[in-house]
């Protein structure tokens, strides 16, 4: 019997595929995930054991950084959240949304802004530069801002988020022309109604994994992902510099006297958009109590 640690890539009809050491490995999930209400996600780092005959099996799921409910997926390094600037036109509201998603996940959002050949980009890309978020266009015609975008990648575990008809599969298949045939289906079966497959599943490029999450919309960070009131300022990074310095302590950032936040959007120091979003968040989540954000 040997024992490897490595991580999940795929599941499939109970099956969970594990990497170690530069083999995959079938594995069967030991019973007493399901007795402490635990089950393994596509990019757990697990430790199994390997008998000379029979089923491999999770013996152990190391600690998660993060995981994210739809999809479920652990250990994200990256969200790469895909917004067209034309057809369909952009929308910032669910930009940020995704964004401080991430945040609160203390996982990377990289905002990229695609069909950059149909209208001007920059003032977009700066709106999320100026708050330290990566931010990058592409456009399919001169695949125009590809390396910039590929460059985010290296030894990193990245999933790829955005609505149907803003660019995502033609991204993907520019990163990934070997994967062309498998976006493409995804983007059909979109094209064709909601019964998408939802099978997660991991793919090692450029050092690190993409994961190919099906259907990976706003509506899933809508449902599964809201922030707590009281947790969502510190999903905005660039209100940190302001905390503690407002008149009132309890400020929300909203429209309070003496709010710094507030001062920093008037002077232009904070995009008025992100605020924006911010306020549209705050009063969708602050009557919710605390049991139905708990998934």
Request: aromatic share 8%.
């Amino acid at each position: 019997m040997n024992q490897k640690t490595g991580i999940i890539i795929k599941i499939t009809g109970g099956f969970y595929y594990v990497e170690a050491a530069e083999a995959i490995y079938e594995c069967k999930a030991r019973g007493v995930f399901r007795k402490r209400g635990t089950s393994p996600l596509v990019g757990d780092t697990v430790d199994i054991s390997v008998p000379d005959d029979g089923y491999c099996s999770i013996d152990a799921i190391h600690e998660r950084r993060n995981a994210l409910v739809r999809p479920a997926l652990a250990n994200l390094d990256n969200l790469m959240i895909i917004s067209s600037v034309k057809e369909p036109e952009v929308n910032l509201y669910l930009i940020d949304k995704m964004t401080a998603a991430a945040v609160s996940k203390e996982i990377t959002p990289i905002v990229v802004f695609s069909k950059s050949d149909l209208a001007p980009v920059d003032h977009l890309v700066d709106i999320y530069r100026r708050v330290h978020i990566p931010a990058f266009s592409f456009s399919s015609v001169d695949q125009c801002g590809l390396d910039e975008i590929k460059a985010q990648l290296q030894d990193k575990v990245t999933a790829f988020c955005g609505n149907s008809g803003v660019g995502k599969s033609t991204l993907l298949n520019a990163l990934f022309p070997e994967l062309a045939l498998k976006t493409g289906e995804i983007s059909d079966k979109l094209g064709r109604g909601r019964h998408t497959t939802r099978t997660v599943e991991l793919f090692k490029k450029h050092g690190g994994y993409i994961a190919d999450t099906p259907g990976f919309s706003t509506v899933d960070i809508e449902r599964f992902e809201l922030i707590r009131k009281d947790e969502l300022k510190f999903a905005f990074p660039e209100f940190e510099t302001y905390f503690g310095t407002c008149k009132f302590n309890s400020c929300n950032h909203v429209c309070e006297q003496g709010c710094r936040v507030l001062d920093a959007v008037k002077d232009g120091l904070i995009p008025k958009s992100r605020h924006d979003s911010y306020m549209r968040m705050y009063h969708e989540v602050k009557d919710i109590k605390d049991w139905q954000i708990n998934h």
